[in-house]
């Protein structure tokens, strides 16, 4: 009997441990790899469907599984830094694709599988200039899964769906003041694909749930992003709908507090690399016309790659090896740091040894 027992409890705690790590990757996608977190941006996907929220969780727990059978060093799995990638490949398929075809769900599966490979490349390619790899895994793949998307039948999007070939940008210029703040919680709820405020206010609590740092970064992220896209005339319905700031998000993220220490100097490089981001969208979604016009998250990954390589060359911007989010009861009791995704990418790269 107490063998029976001592095995039971050995299998709730691996069981447990699994499922912190597929959380950590939710929470990586926002830089947090704090599992409290990723519980409510999981709850916020599958409010706004459930089938988003599977394939979320599918492609996080393929990716992680991956990373664990081909020998990924420990505390990157442990993290979500192996997750992350991987679960907003699945996403984008989900969304792009559409989620009741089969074809859709194994293409998910597969690409988690294959973007735990190009994470690895990634990360040694970036290692020698000490640069994350961010979510550029999962640009690449994504990039060319809606360029030969149109190839196949079984994958090819519908003509009307969301990943058909953009129009024009056309309507007021002048938003109102409802769509002004449907805008600055679009701008978070994109990040995820998603549509609606109330998916971005639930998603930014996650935010703040992690860290106070973050979500005040996201916030000065998410209002930029809309500030920026008003001053210079763009339509009233993108930027309610999210579309063109999310990136910006995730660089004033990444800038003030993630991989730079938050203070007097970051907060303006921080806004400065918002501001970018929202430039960059509408640009990249020009050049990517042929595969639907989708910047996905490249805005954000060239332009933190940007600013964190010219950073070396300010300083008083002081850069974070290991950031530890506020709050997080994994640090707290001495397992991986929560925030596996920036330290592990900047000194671990797959397939290497836990020091």
Request: one cysteine or more.
């Amino acid at each position: 009997m107490r063998g029976a027992n001592g095995a039971r409890e050995r299998w709730t705690t691996a069981a447990i441990g699994c499922a912190a790590h597929v959380l950590r990757g939710h929470g990586q996608v926002m830089l947090l790899g704090h599992a409290a977190a990723g519980a409510v941006f999981v709850a916020a996907l599958f409010a706004a469907g459930w089938e988003f929220g599977t394939y979320a969780l599918a492609g996080a727990a393929v990716g992680t599984a991956t990373a664990r059978l081909l020998g990924v060093a420990r505390d990157r799995v442990e993290s979500g830094a192996e997750g992350f990638n991987s679960c907003l490949f699945a996403l984008c398929c989900a969304v792009l694709l559409g989620p009741a075809r089969v074809s859709t769900a194994l293409l998910a599966c597969l690409g988690a599988v294959l973007v735990t490979v190009v994470t690895a490349a990634v990360t040694r390619l970036l290692r020698g200039w000490e640069l994350p790899a961010l979510t550029l895994p999962y640009c690449l793949l994504a990039t060319a899964t809606t360029l030969a998307a149109p190839a196949f039948t079984h994958v090819r999007p519908s003509a009307h769906g969301p990943a058909a070939l953009p129009r024009a940008a056309a309507g007021a210029d002048a938003p109102t003041a409802a769509e002004l703040t449907r805008g600055f919680l679009g701008n978070v709820a994109q990040v995820f694909f998603l549509d609606g405020w109330l998916t971005g206010a639930l998603l930014l609590a996650g935010v703040f749930l992690a860290s106070r740092t973050a979500g005040l970064a996201a916030c000065a992220g998410s209002a930029t992003a809309v500030a920026t896209a008003w001053a210079l005339g763009a339509p009233a319905q993108r930027i309610a709908d999210g579309s063109l700031g999310c990136n910006a998000v995730l660089v004033a993220l990444a800038l003030c507090g993630v991989f730079l220490r938050a203070g007097k100097a970051a907060v303006p490089y921080a806004v400065s690399g918002a501001v970018t981001a929202t430039l960059v969208t509408p640009a990249l979604e020009a050049f990517l016309a042929p595969s639907g016009g989708h910047a996905l998250t490249w805005p954000f990954v060239l332009t933190t790659l940007t600013f964190l390589a010219a950073s070396r060359s300010f300083p008083r911007l002081a850069r974070l090896r290991h950031p530890v989010p506020e709050g997080d009861t994994a640090a707290a009791a001495g397992e991986a740091p929560p925030t596996g995704h920036p330290p592990a990418a900047l000194s671990t790269p797959p397939g290497t040894a836990a020091a």
